[in-house]
């Protein structure tokens, strides 16, 4: 039951935008930063992002080699490198807009280790970074000398280098994105779940968290960035949700002998070291079917599968004991580059980062910004 005072203040906007993420707290930032007057309001459904923007693995990179040549599989060479820049081109606007100390930057550089069923990679990195050459103006990928150094099982033939990625903390990244939308009187509401858009009366039903309540709001323009979750919202969406687990272990009581951000498999698992603990996570691709949900569950045999790679090849001879595992949901579809369009007259959405929120989420946000300001 609703006051009259809620009623007339809390209710009405100008633009809503649905998702509390990166995308959508980029949204309102770029458009509230457009229309300084406009009254914004962000509704999350969780206490905080509910698909992956603070569950992912805070890894500030933009594809591996193998995953760069995998997904010639399905994109065209154009428009394998224009998402590649536009990852790269997002991860400079980020740490440029609110500095690599607030978001906990580190440059570590990434790697990727390779079996020898992807050893063949090898033999390509010369064609990509030339084919990269005019995104970094420098050779992206190399190979390390002495991949022994780094302390891997034998089953690791090779390592790649990539003097470009680096790492951060995801939430730290989100708390720059609420401080920002809190200076420009950006509203956010969590617990509060839509369940209905009307894309003619701009009217979103939703319920809040206490007591079930029911309440509708109204927009003169609405945005969705509900990523694995729009289904609910847009029927026709063209994705499908991805579930990545994650796994964290008890302190190691050991340094490392390598820093930074490392990938393997296609980029499908990835592993970086954190307050001196592993963090290790992915492996979607053993179990896709399974991984088609957005039930925040664990896959135990991709859980036991990640246990026997940091035990048989990350650290070998190790003790190792995980302390805290978690899944976050992403969203994906026949192509990687995000879906970014109008879907009825006062709605917008923005899904579809293909596990790369951390590095577009800023520039999807501010796409997706000037599409409503054209409506």
Same mark, same amino acid.
């Given at each position: 039951?609703?006051?009259?005072?809620?009623?007339?203040n809390f209710l009405?906007?100008?633009?809503?935008?649905?998702?509390?993420?990166?995308?959508?707290?980029?949204?309102? *930032?770029?458009?509230? $930063?457009?229309?300084?007057?406009?009254?914004?309001? *962000?509704?999350?459904?969780?206490?905080?992002?509910? @698909?992956?923007?603070?569950?992912?693995? @805070?890894?500030?990179?933009?594809?591996?080699?193998?995953?760069?040549?995998?997904?010639?599989?399905?994109?065209? !060479?154009?428009?394998? #490198?224009?998402?590649?820049?536009?990852?790269?081109? @997002?991860?400079?606007?980020?740490? &440029?807009?609110?500095?690599?100390?607030?978001?906990?930057?580190?440059?570590?550089? @990434?790697?990727?280790?390779?079996?020898? +069923?992807? =050893?063949?990679?090898?033999?390509?990195?010369?064609?990509?970074?030339?084919?990269?050459?005019?995104?970094?103006?420098?050779?992206?990928? %190399? =190979? #390390?000398?002495?991949?022994?150094?780094?302390?891997?099982?034998?089953?690791?033939?090779?390592v790649i280098k990539? /003097?470009?990625?680096?790492? =951060?903390?995801?939430?730290?990244?989100?708390?720059?994105?609420?401080? &920002?939308?809190? %200076?420009?009187?950006?509203?956010?509401?969590?617990? *509060?779940?839509?369940?209905?858009? +009307?894309?003619?009366?701009?009217?979103? $039903?939703?319920?809040? %968290? *206490?007591?079930?309540?029911?309440?509708?709001?109204?927009?003169?323009?609405?945005?969705?960035?509900?990523?694995?979750?729009?289904?609910?919202?847009?029927? +026709?969406?063209?994705?499908?949700?991805?579930?990545?687990?994650?796994?964290?272990?008890?302190?190691?009581?050991? +340094?490392?002998?390598?820093?930074?951000?490392?990938?393997?498999?296609?980029?499908? #698992?990835?592993?970086?070291?954190?307050?001196? /603990?592993?963090?290790?996570?992915?492996? /979607?691709?053993?179990?896709?079917?399974?991984?088609?949900?957005?039930?925040?569950?664990?896959?135990?045999?991709?859980?036991?599968?990640?246990?026997?790679?940091?035990?048989?090849?990350?650290? !070998?001879?190790?003790?190792?004991?995980?302390?805290?595992?978690?899944?976050?949901?992403?969203?994906?579809? !026949?192509? $990687?580059?995000?879906?970014?369009?109008?879907?009825?007259?006062?709605?917008?959405?923005?899904? /579809?980062?293909?596990?790369?929120?951390?590095?577009?989420?800023?520039?999807?946000?501010?796409?997706?910004?000037?599409?409503?300001?054209?409506?």
């Amino acid at each position: 039951m609703l006051s009259y005072w809620e009623q007339k203040n809390f209710l009405t906007y100008d633009l809503i935008v649905v998702g509390a993420g990166f995308t959508g707290l980029s949204a309102g *930032i770029h458009f509230k $930063k457009e229309y300084p007057k406009a009254k914004v309001l *962000i509704l999350e459904r969780g206490n905080f992002p509910t @698909g992956a923007s603070t569950k992912n693995a @805070g890894f500030a990179c933009f594809g591996s080699l193998t995953e760069i040549l995998d997904d010639f599989w399905s994109m065209s !060479p154009d428009e394998v #490198v224009e998402l590649v820049e536009r990852r790269y081109h @997002g991860l400079k606007q980020i740490k &440029k807009h609110f500095g690599e100390k607030a978001l906990r930057y580190q440059h570590r550089n @990434g790697y990727e280790i390779l079996d020898q +069923d992807s =050893l063949k990679a090898v033999e390509q990195i010369e064609e990509i970074n030339h084919l990269l050459k005019k995104v970094f103006k420098k050779e992206v990928f %190399s =190979l #390390v000398k002495n991949p022994l150094k780094f302390g891997f099982s034998d089953q690791v033939k090779a390592v790649i280098k990539n /003097r470009f990625e680096g790492e =951060l903390d995801p939430a730290a990244y989100l708390n720059s994105l609420w401080e &920002k939308a809190g %200076s420009l009187g950006i509203k956010i509401l969590t617990g *509060i779940s839509v369940e209905e858009i +009307d894309q003619e009366s701009g009217s979103l $039903k939703a319920i809040g %968290s *206490i007591g079930q309540e029911h309440l509708e709001f109204r927009a003169r323009k609405i945005a969705v960035c509900t990523n694995a979750f729009t289904k609910k919202l847009w029927k +026709d969406c063209p994705m499908e949700p991805g579930r990545g687990l994650i796994l964290l272990s008890k302190p190691l009581g050991f +340094d490392l002998p390598w820093k930074g951000v490392f990938h393997m498999d296609k980029g499908y #698992v990835y592993f970086r070291e954190v307050d001196g /603990r592993l963090l290790l996570g992915g492996a /979607r691709n053993k179990d896709i079917k399974g991984e088609n949900t957005t039930e925040f569950g664990v896959n135990q045999a991709i859980r036991s599968h990640l246990d026997r790679l940091a035990k048989e090849v990350i650290l !070998p001879y190790r003790e190792l004991e995980w302390d805290m595992e978690w899944t976050g949901i992403m969203a994906f579809g !026949p192509k $990687k580059s995000p879906i970014i369009q109008q879907i009825g007259p006062t709605t917008a959405v923005a899904v /579809r980062l293909g596990g790369m929120g951390v590095a577009i989420g800023w520039q999807v946000g501010k796409e997706l910004s000037e599409l409503l300001s054209e409506m």
